[in-house]
């Protein structure tokens, strides 16, 4: 039986977290210094989304009491109205909770202007508080970026990521004896080579919708070397990078994807990739579930995941992500900040990885061999999953309003695909951006 499966107890968890010491250099003396019951009869909120996350939580809440006698009162909302309470008290000073689950790609911004979160980095080097398995060099480069403000504080802990990777079919592939794409130029020639309308079958699928477009045009923008927002916050939205990331955008969406393509978001595409008709999906990793479930797929065995190919100037997976972070606010932030280290243990971990619920930040996780087992996912997606990893680089760009950005920009690139001219779209959509974010940051 596997650890994730055992009842939970306080040797359990020190066992498990043990292991992931020894393989990271850590020993159980170090590990033995942390005293989890210290804050023993504390009573902590927990604000969380609404999500196969926060469930994951909810459901093992009583073992995190147990471990620590820390009382829990935790509450799932729906993710914009959560969005919205949260904002709402925290603002006021005097939150109800103590721990706050964030949507990175979203909130980050705003979070650190507001100075909402608690500055964590001095827990983590506390050997009472913070066990050796949780280092810094345990995160991918794009939780860490999230995590961390620009003076480098950690004021959060990565929890669950989605990086973006390919899909692809490989009886198509097989059939017209092409081999996985490993750079953008043979992502065009293998999506345009496998597209026969006669036969129904299309070589490439993405969200052509707008908004849900936008980390689309943004991953084949990182491939060009490109953020979309420069360190000095200039918008690099109508640079000839940009203007190259969305003429390939244009092309892969008017030659090589589905009639109709303007109105998929991402359960659109995996449809049509789930009938065995398309062969290559870009999209995010948590997607992949039914893909492999025999009553949803026609193609099941014969997906492939791949990395994101090379761009002309750089290999990129677009990511996104949510962390946990304690609040300024809170009066118990040390018993706040092992609730949050406990969120995001290896048998944490292992148990949202397994359950379908989520990916975490820390590939000592995805790593181990005794985790991988209980995975229902082939082995490739893991793989896939890790590489990924190794080129993370963030698919949105850390502004406070970044849904305008992904509604602005997003009709811009839905317009490439009725055969709007990509350098004037952008510069339109550019101008019309520009001073909303420049607003949002004298705000």
Known sequence: ?????????????????????????????????????????????????KSPRGEVLQKYEKEFTDLTGIQVSSEQTPEQQQRQKAVIELNSGSPSFDVVHISYHVQKRQFEKANWLADISGFMKNPELTDPTLTESDFSQAGLLYAK?????????????????????????????????????EMVKAA????????????????????????????????????????????????????????????????????????????????????GKIGLWLDGVGFAPPLEDPEKSRVVGKVGYGVMPRGPKAQASATFGDGIGVTAASKNKEAAFLYCQWAISKLMGARLLQAGGGVPFRPSILNDQDVRKGVKMPPAWIDAV??????????????????EFRD?????????ISGGDPAAELKKATEQFKPILERSEKA
């Open 1 to 49: 039986m596997s650890e994730t499966a055992r009842s939970f107890t306080r040797r359990t968890f020190l066992a498990t977290t043990a292991a992931a010491a020894c393989s990271l250099g850590g020993t159980l003396p170090a590990f033995a210094e942390v005293n989890w019951k210290k804050y023993a009869g504390t009573k902590i909120g927990v604000n969380l989304i």
């Open 408 to 416: 602005i920009m997003g009709i811009a690139l839905t317009n490439l």
């Open 149 to 185: 403000n620009p003076q480098g504080q950690m004021l959060s802990l990565p929890f669950s990521v989605d990086y973006w990777m390919v899909y692809w079919n490989k009886d198509l592939f097989a059939k017209k004896g092409l081999s996985y794409p490993q750079t953008f130029d």
């Open 192 to 275: 345009e080579a496998l597209t026969d309308s006669k036969e129904g079958t299309y070589g490439f699928v993405a969200r052509g919708l707008k908004n849900a477009n936008v980390p689309v045009w943004t991953s084949f923008l990182l491939g060009y070397g490109v953020d979309p927002v420069d360190a000095n916050g200039n918008l690099m939205t109508d640079t000839p990078e940009a203007i190259e990331a969305a003429r390939l955008y244009q092309r892969l969406l008017t030659k090589s994807a589905p009639q109709g393509v303007a109105g998929f978001n991402w359960s659109e595409c995996q449809s049509a990739f789930l009938q």
């Open 386 to 403: 890790v590489e990924s990893g190794k080129i993370s680089k963030l698919g949105l760009p850390v502004v406070q309003p970044v849904t």
